[in-house]
Nanobody
């Protein structure tokens, strides 16, 4: 149906930057929302940034001013530019998309996650 593939995670020092990418593929008719979530062991997944079609992006307070979400609708891709990274940003980052399939079915889809580690 729909597959989300993430890339760009890795190890970075505090104050450094990373850019995450997510590509959606499959029987996609439209994507209304694409976003990034993160999760640390023992904690629930939290929203990091969302991009809604025709609307302004939304950010978690903890990343506002440091992270920027962008979207390429023609390529069904979403990006997360992460600057001034902090150790507390360490988590598995997941791409999410709210997709309407060509058969009319709508649902949320998730990527496999990519590890981001911020450490000196």
């Amino acid at each position: 149906q729909v597959q989300l593939v993430e890339s760009g995670g890795g190890l970075v020092q505090p104050g450094g930057s990373l850019r995450l990418s997510c590509a959606a593929s499959g029987s996609i008719f439209s994507i209304n929302v694409m976003g990034w979530y993160r999760q640390v062991p023992g904690k629930q997944r939290e929203m990091v940034a969302l991009s809604t079609s025709g609307g302004s992006p939304k950010y978690a307070d903890s990343v506002k001013g440091r992270f920027t979400i962008s979207r390429d609708n023609a390529k069904n891709m979403v990006y997360l530019q992460m600057n001034n990274l902090k150790p507390e940003d360490t988590a598995v980052y997941y791409c999410n998309a709210r997709v309407r399939l060509r058969n009319g079915v709508q649902g949320d889809y998730w990527g496999q996650g990519t590890q981001v580690t911020v450490s000196s």
